[in-house]
């Protein structure tokens, strides 16, 4: 991004953005959103963002004759990053909620081929007993990580905890 979009976009964000934490679910979703009634700029940020805008539809427009709106979203590491980068560019109201949303972030769960799990907690989940949400919960994982552990499809675990997998 050439540094007058960084400028334009800090600018656009300052007035109609929110920096936000990832919900208590999915902690490593922070997110920069914008909604707008005026197309062009939704398409403009959407490009520097490098995602899509999308209309928002409902009934509530057409009955309150409201203008159409825009959504923007950027999710996860990119919103992380671009948080960061925009930081200095903005208010200290914006820069603390920059702060909250970052706050939330964990790095080390970053998509780095880092494994969050160890061996020995790979292990534990192929045998326990518990539910999934109570493994979740207590590892700090979604519950979509355990069943995938158990059922063997977790592609980010490295070749030797598959066979301690299959083994048990």
């Not at 707008?36 to 490009?47: F, G, K, M, Q, W």
């Not at 590892?139 to 979509?144: G, S």
């Amino acid at each position: 991004m050439e540094l007058v979009e960084q400028y334009w976009l800090a600018g656009i964000l300052e007035g109609e953005g929110s920096f936000m934490a990832g919900p208590p679910s999915k902690p490593n979703l922070p997110s920069i959103q914008m909604t707008t009634t005026d197309e062009d700029v939704a398409i403009r940020v959407a490009s520097l963002l490098g995602v899509k805008s999308r209309a928002i539809s409902g009934r509530r427009f057409a009955e309150n004759g409201w203008k159409q709106a825009y959504f923007v979203v950027l999710k996860g590491e990119r919103a992380y990053h671009l948080m960061a980068q925009l930081k200095p560019l903005m208010s200290r109201r914006r820069q603390q909620q920059i702060d909250k949303a970052m706050a939330c972030f964990c790095k080390k769960k970053l998509g780095t081929g880092q494994l969050k799990l160890t061996d020995d907690m790979i292990r534990e989940i192929k045998t326990s007993a518990d539910e999934a949400k109570h493994l979740a919960r207590r590892f700090d994982v979604h519950t979509t990580t355990i069943y995938r552990i158990r059922n063997g499809t977790r592609h980010d675990i490295p070749q030797d905890n598959v066979s301690l997998m299959i083994a048990d």
